[in-house]
């Protein structure tokens, strides 16, 4: 059993680095990869991907709230130590963090990770309540962190000198929770932060005008559950421009979906992920953004997901979410 889960484990893998080598990204943020403190599997993942001529020598990555113990009931079912106490979803401290891949210089002295601020910290926060009381209690929201992975602010230096901001994160699903809605609130919050940052709201705001927001919202602005206002005020901020990345791939699924698909409001080229259809799965949706600032200009922009051939059932194997791109001309700074 164990030898064919590290099979498994092994073919993922390749698949991953496959797409991210044809995808060919100078810049790449990375999901879900579990961080350790001297970032060894981070190098040996690059490692691979240099092996199938995708070389990426300047890596970033830093402790994600995932899975970081708390000893609190962070979930207000009345136990302790479950994954869902810590101060964001992870069964280990690191668990699903995030990284940062690229081809040029990652400037790590002026990066900004802001994951440690606290929720009811936020303006105008949705942090939630029950009964009038703090939920799930009052010492829980005293040290509960806004970001359930990250947030982070990554400057890389392009070869023309120019830097460019990269606004990362990693939000959690608005689902999994009770009626006081936390994960939703929480989710919503994940992205409203970065509006009230690009804004100045919070008393710093990113050192240049060229930057890129980019992550899992996990929300999609139109379709399934959750609290679609924080995501769609950034698909629409006037800071920002949406290219709206699509793909054959995403149509061509929705239309094998059938029925189980037929509640999907969103454009299907528009999905970047490939959830199930069945019972109450939300089926493929849009959760995956890239969002460059208005000093940027978009050239091109994909969701990379074949409709058919051999890269189509590498895309499958390597992870329900595809990789979205865009193509950028970054102004050099004067």
């Not at 059993?1 to 893998?13: F, H, K, N, S």
């Not at 962190?145 to 070869?159: D, G, I, T």
Request: glycine residues 10%; negative net charge; hydrophobic residues 40%.
């Amino acid at each position: 059993m164990l030898r064919d889960i590290l099979r498994g484990e092994d073919e993922q893998i390749a698949a991953v680095t496959d797409v991210i080598a044809a995808a060919g990204p100078d810049l790449l943020v990375l999901q879900r990869f579990d961080y350790d403190y001297d970032l060894a599997a981070l190098n040996g993942f690059a490692d691979v991907l240099r092996q199938k001529g995708a070389d990426y020598p300047f890596l970033f990555a830093r402790q994600p709230n995932s899975g970081m113990a708390t000893g609190l009931d962070m979930d207000g079912d009345g136990r302790l130590g479950s994954p869902r106490d810590a101060q964001g979803y992870g069964r280990f401290a690191g668990q699903g963090g995030m990284a940062v891949l690229s081809k040029y210089p990652i400037l790590q002295d002026e990066a900004r990770d802001f994951s440690g601020i606290l929720w009811k910290d936020l303006p105008e926060t949705l942090i939630p309540e029950k009964d009038g009381a703090p939920f799930p209690s009052a010492g829980a929201q005293a040290v509960q962190r806004l970001s359930s992975v990250a947030h982070w602010e990554v400057p890389v230096r392009l070869p023309d000198g120019t830097v460019l901001r990269l606004l990362a994160w990693h939000a959690t699903p608005p689902v999994f929770d009770g009626p006081e809605d936390m994960n939703g609130r929480r989710n919503h919050d994940e992205a409203a932060f970065w509006r009230l940052y690009i804004e100045g709201r919070l008393g710093v705001r990113p050192a240049d005008s060229a930057f890129v927001l980019l992550g899992d919202a996990n929300l999609d602005p139109v379709d399934g559950v959750g609290r679609p206002e924080a995501i769609s005020a950034l698909l629409a901020h006037p800071l920002l421009q949406d290219p709206d990345p699509q793909s054959e791939g995403g149509t061509a699924a929705s239309r094998r979906q059938g029925g189980a698909n037929a509640r999907q409001r969103g454009n299907p080229a528009s999905d970047t992920v490939d959830w199930p259809d069945e019972g109450t799965s939300p089926g493929n949706m849009r959760v995956d953004y890239v969002l460059p600032s208005r000093a940027l200009r978009v050239k091109r922009a994909g969701v990379f997901w074949p409709e058919s051939g051999p890269m189509a059932a590498t895309v499958e194997a390597a992870s329900r979410h595809r990789l979205v791109w865009v193509d950028l001309d970054v102004p050099a700074t004067p």
